[in-house]
């Protein structure tokens, strides 16, 4: 478990201070989700998600629970009545609660047996291997088909090292069938992903609406726009790391799309690769900022890191739609943009910092740093380049 038997009593403990089962469902989540760590930086979209994901987890439960009733089973001797409360707090005490979509990811291997066997497993997002752990293809797949609950996992994050074939993506799609959020390498140490696998997941997957992923090849910028066609609509979160060769630089034509297709997108991040960022190469330096700005009205978070080329009216068009209304942008970081740098870049800034809350708008290299430190997993470090440095880069 997480810190043994004793640590876990303790908090269980602690938590359960604050807590009164006895109030109204909204009303008890509400104190769930307000006991999450950095409450407070959370942007409304994943407090929602994390609202929305704790109610499955009750409904869930409280299923089951009855269907056992009906059965005449008891569950280990407790009682059917405290059963359910006690097996949602242990739940939330047993796994961490993902930024982004909300997602649990089961860290204490004692409760997914418990959640396993008391049938209750298809309201828990959870990963099948820690965030830590290296596996070998074959490995992942013998994982994957051994465990009777992959077929509920409903979020997978590929381990560190993994090379994702296509053979490997139609295995994955068919041991986990309602996948609704993937991790495919992003800011991860080695995971390797063909454009073709990435695919494979957005036509076999028909609940698929969160990705994160980081693109290496050169096939890199026609597989996004393509993931983006494929899933259009349902598309929430997409979060894609990039610029590891020449041709892997993501342009505005995948801006594009979003604003043509992803109606409904909530988040949205792009970051080329610091140690690797080559000025001349990045092409995101066009309108596709102001076409996914009116495309994807109800866009809450949107993260740019060393997109250096991207052009000042995509920024001013942002600023007067949040100043009129017309958008939903809750959070914006932003990172190596040179546009901003400037006077009338400034202004600009100025603008976007007063239409959102306060905090929300950062463009500082020390924001950017402690973003990635919150972000990678399985990484040492990464370089991020000043912005004296991006500025003396010569563009072609």
């Not at 999450?36 to 409904?59: C, I, N, S, T, V």
Request: aromatic share 6%; proline share 6%.
């Amino acid at each position: 478990g997480v810190g043994g038997a004793a640590s876990s009593a303790a908090a269980s403990g602690a938590v359960a201070a604050h807590l009164d089962w006895r109030v109204p469902l909204p009303e008890l989540i509400a104190a769930l989700v307000g006991l999450l760590p950095d409450r407070e930086a959370l942007p409304p979209y994943e407090r929602a998600e994390a609202a929305r994901k704790l109610r499955q987890a009750f409904e869930g439960a409280a299923s089951e629970l009855a269907t056992c009733c009906a059965n005449g089973t008891e569950q280990r001797g407790h009682a059917l009545e405290s059963l359910l409360p006690q097996t949602v707090l242990r739940l939330i005490l047993g796994s961490a609660l993902q930024c982004g979509t909300g997602e649990f990811r089961c860290v204490c291997r004692g409760w997914l047996c418990t959640l396993q066997s008391l049938g209750i497993l298809r309201t828990l997002n959870a990963s099948v291997l820690p965030p830590t752990e290296r596996t070998s293809m074959a490995g992942y797949l013998r994982t994957l088909r051994s465990r009777p609950c992959s077929v509920r996992l409903s979020a997978l994050r590929m381990p560190p090292g993994l090379r994702l074939s296509p053979n490997l993506a139609h295995n994955a799609v068919d041991s986990c069938p309602e996948l609704v959020s993937l991790d495919l390498g992003y800011f991860s140490s080695g995971v390797v992903c063909a454009p073709e696998a990435l695919l494979t997941f957005a036509r076999g997957l028909p609940r698929l609406s969160h990705v994160r992923v980081a693109l290496r090849s050169p096939e890199g910028p026609s597989a996004a726009e393509s993931l983006v066609r494929l899933l259009g609509s349902r598309l929430r979160e997409l979060r894609i790391e990039t610029g590891f060769v020449e041709e892997g630089y993501m342009g505005d034509a995948l801006l594009h799309a979003l604003g043509a297709h992803c109606t409904e997108l909530r988040a949205f991040a792009l970051h080329n690769d610091g140690e690797r960022y080559h000025r001349p190469w990045d092409r995101l330096a066009g309108d596709g900022l102001r076409s996914m700005v009116d495309g994807c009205a109800h866009l809450e978070e949107l993260e740019l890191g060393l997109v250096t080329n991207a052009s000042l009216p995509g920024f001013e068009h942002l600023a007067e739609r949040l100043e009129g209304g017309g958008s939903s942008l809750r959070r914006l970081q932003v990172f190596g943009v040179l546009a901003l740098e400037t006077p009338a870049g400034l202004l600009v800034e100025r603008r976007l910092q007063q239409s959102l809350p306060p905090g929300a708008f950062t463009t500082s290299g020390e924001a950017y740093r402690e973003l990635l430190r919150q972000t990678i997993r399985c990484r040492s470090s990464l370089f991020v380049p000043d912005i004296e440095y991006l500025r003396g880069m010569a563009v072609d």
